[in-house]
């Protein structure tokens, strides 16, 4: 009963690099090389601790499982690997002493990893049932070569036979059971990968074919309006055709720059930002344009209120938001604009409007790819929106009520 104690424990040391290896390496770690490296220092952990706590039994003689880290080590990793792994070996048992053991553990190194190595390439190529049929072979004759060779030094026994029995149960069924692990564990991997590629094709489909139908509508409206002024008797029209053109093609233009501005990676040329100083100019840029609406805009700003930003991007975001709230009283209204310092080390902005409202699904789904409570949006600027304030660390809230109007509150990092 100690002896199956014993190679529990054996089982529980060879575990820790597998565990390892798919907790923290798998996903983190992308190249292939970098994998290999770390997952064999990790099976040489594995073997140090095996021959660090033996099996012990009979007259000095000893076993252990460090069969299965050089195998898998082997298998997985190659010619180098299966060197380095089987040198470690060598090395650690002479530290015990040159004995009858020391000879048996070369022996059975020169006589079983020649022969590991020649199915590796085997299998490599070998699909999954395939690679378990080979490893746990692989195993049985390590075993018994080791049997083999402990016999011809010390004689066999009932009592050494029984232990080797056990041993080669054991490194069988763990072998096996371990193979199929990794196998899995590679599975799951492979198929994340998959999913990963078929979601950015099915994003990147999305996006063209919606930028397609957006950039269409007024393609077609201003080719419309070109073959109108083709036709005679039209002279107190063009004017008016032509500035309808030029709209719409403005519209397109703005369309791509909101498509362009959501694929394009957030540059982090991030400087020490006013947020008072960069609103005032916002609203002096929007101000004009309130003024088509109807809209008038009262603000309380807190100057002195210092962020990390790109003052470029921080001022895209807060225009978006603040068309968005002046697009949402056509009939005209009331923009409140404040700026304020929390206790909470934040610089809170608030931009509130006197517009038609949302409910908590149009508020849910706010921010989202595509999603726009305009006819003629495309929800790509609340997405880059809140794209940039994330980039700076900040959160966007916002609140609500149908007829009412809306509030969006935008926290930001304060800095000294």
Known sequence: MSIVKDFLLQLTLTVIPIFIYSTFITEKVKSEKNKHVIMTILWGI??????????????????????????????????????????????????????VGFYNTVLV????LPFILFFQKSFKKAKKDKRVKIAVGLSVYYCLIGLTVFGMLRGFTFEHLKVQMIHLIFAVVFTWSFTLLIEKIREIHQLRLEMQDSEKLRVISELTSVFAHEIRNPMQVTRGFLQLLDEPNLAQKKKEYIQLSIEELDRANEIINDFLSFGKPTIHNEIRVDVGNQLHRVVNLIHSYALGYNVEIKTDIYENGWIYANPQKLNQSLINILKNAIESMPTGGMVWISCVSNEDGYIKISIKDQGIGMNQEQIDRLGSPFYSLKESGTGLGMMVSFQIISSFKGKIQVKSEKGVGTEFIILLPQIA
Not at 65 to 89: C, D, Q, V
Request: glycine share 10%.
């Open 46 to 99: 594995s073997i140090i601790l095996c021959m660090s706590f033996p099996v012990s039994f009979g007259q000095n003689a000893r076993l252990e499982l460090r069969i299965i880290p050089l195998l898998l080590g082997s298998l997985y990793g190659g010619f180098w690997p299966s060197i380095f792994l089987a040198g470690l070996i060598l090395l650690y048992r002479l530290n015990f002493g040159i004995s």
């Open 109 to 112: 190194l020169l006589i079983s």
